[in-house]
């Protein structure tokens, strides 16, 4: 079967992007180089196209209960165009993804992982009554991130509504060249940022209006270094099936004090934190990559965990890494090595985020 | 350089003959495949080496690839001014390779073992074959 193309797929191969099939997707991972990029959304602002990233949106009135049951985070506790992180986990409290959900006057909506489309489509399906209509938006829409120092500058202008006044994770549903959009402030980078829904039809017009600003272009590949930076999970990294978000450190997203499906798991987890392996942030020695899967010993002998995600970080210009370790190895400054290809190179644990904005 | 002149490796070295001595670094497609390098390994000095062994890593934000002598002998210098000197913290030159994937950021020289020739490497013509339509 032949992958998706969303609706920018042109105007990325008109930039020269490399492609790459990604969640089932042709995705562009860079166009010029993936630090630059990088260096473009630190300094100033790029822009990325999400469009491969699932969104649904939810009607009727059973929608809330619905959203609380299968939702780590508290739903009923969220303003009008409030957007709220959390996670989908299954009876066990293992994590099925991580996920954003927007609250409307009218109803709601999720933002979930391209990889896990159909897989949560099918979740909400099966756990939803039949007063809740859920509709699979991402085929019909494109959703794209403008993020950096610069993005509120950019999207001056651009929309019905000032959305510059937007507070974090807050949304405001809009108008582009006469068109429903909604524009939400938040991102995966770090940085200030806004994603932007709209129909396919003004996706690349859209597209080339913030090319046409200065908005640099840019791949997964400094999607996910960005990400690394901020020490931001991603599924099927530091988030898994056998991943809880505890473990992962999601603590803060998960309110153990409602009900929702996993919670009895999570809250008997919880007692156990302490002898549970956890997610760690790691500086190497030296600019070699850990990558996902690389052994983390506490000596040559004595494996205690495993890297998750790893790169050369572009912005802080030091090899930094995720990973899972357990009990009595997690702690800020103990000295692991890292087995990378039969080499073993030396690391710290180190406080999460690598890098964090100055706000 | 005369790219004509250099034998390659089906797996993106390229070899330069100079009496008995082998200059070795990767090609401008190798390069351009990688994108920016971020991490050099190189052999030691004195190392004996075989015909596709691999004796340095070469990394890039995205990947991880494997450099490999396209010749046997033994590893007589390598260019340290792509790698980084733990000694004095001094980082490696990187972009010599992104730059000067022929000239300044050649990777190791070989002393060619005794017989041992470059006959059974790729011809530019070859080369150039192998990698059309990437």
């Given at each position: 079967m032949s992958n998706l193309r969303t609706a920018l797929y042109d105007s990325h191969r008109a930039r020269n992007a490399r492609m790459v099939p990604f969640a089932g997707w042709d995705m562009p991972v860079q166009y010029a180089g993936i630090i630059d990029e990088h260096k473009a959304v630190r300094s100033a602002v790029g822009m990325f196209d999400v469009s491969h990233m699932a969104r649904f949106s939810f009607a009727g009135t059973g929608a809330e209960a619905l959203l609380e049951k299968v939702f780590t985070n508290a739903v009923g506790t969220m303003k009008d165009f409030q957007v709220r992180y959390g996670l989908v986990c299954n009876e066990d409290g293992g994590t099925l993804d991580d996920v954003l959900v927007y609250r409307w006057p009218y109803g709601y909506a999720m933002v979930a992982n391209g990889s896990n489309r159909t897989k949560i489509l099918d979740w909400l399906t099966k756990h939803a009554g039949p007063d809740v209509q859920i509709q699979d938006q991402t085929l019909a829409t494109t959703m794209l991130a403008v993020q950096g120092p610069k993005a509120a500058e950019i999207a001056t202008g651009l929309f019905e509504h000032d959305v510059t006044n937007l507070k974090y994770f807050f949304a405001q549903p809009t108008r582009y060249r006469g068109k429903d959009c909604v524009v939400g402030?938040?991102?995966?980078?770090?940085e200030d940022g806004f994603e932007i829904m709209l129909g396919n039809a003004l996706g690349p017009t859209l597209w080339d209006d913030l090319l046409a600003k200065g908005v640099a272009p840019c791949g997964l590949g400094s999607r996910d270094t960005l990400r690394l930076e901020a020490a931001m999970p991603l599924y099927g990294h530091e988030l898994t099936e056998q991943i809880d978000p505890l473990q992962a450190g999601l603590g803060w997203a998960v309110k153990l004090n409602k009900p929702f499906i996993g919670r009895d798991a999570l809250a008997s987890a919880n007692e156990a934190a302490a002898h549970r392996p956890k997610r760690v942030g790691l500086e190497l020695d030296g600019t070699r990559a850990a990558r996902e899967g690389c052994t983390l010993l506490a000596d040559e002998s004595t494996p205690v965990g495993v890297v998750t995600s790893g790169s050369y970080a572009p912005w802080l210009q030091k090899s930094i890494a995720m990973g899972m370790v357990g009990p009595g190895h997690a702690a800020t400054g103990t000295k692991l090595l890292v087995d990378i290809r039969g080499t073993a190179v030396p690391a710290t644990v180190v406080p999460l985020p690598f890098y964090q904005r100055a706000k | 350089m005369d790219l004509t002149a250099l034998r390659y490796a089906a797996s993106h070295e390229w070899a330069k003959l100079d009496a008995d001595l082998v200059t070795v670094g990767i090609t401008k497609f190798a390069v351009e495949q990688l994108t920016e390098p971020t991490f050099l390994d190189l052999p030691k000095v004195g190392k004996d080496v075989k015909v596709g062994q691999e004796v340095g890593v070469i990394e890039s934000v995205k990947s991880t690839s494997g450099i490999n002598s396209p010749v046997a002998g033994v590893v007589v210098a390598v260019n340290t001014s792509l790698v980084d000197d733990p000694a004095t913290k001094r980082r490696g030159n990187l972009a010599l390779v992104n730059d000067d994937p022929y000239g300044a950021g050649w990777m190791f020289q070989v002393q060619l073992a005794p017989g041992a020739t470059l006959d059974h490497l790729l011809t530019h013509e070859q080369y150039e074959k192998q990698i059309a339509g990437h």
């Open positions: 402030r938040c991102g995966y980078t770090g | -």
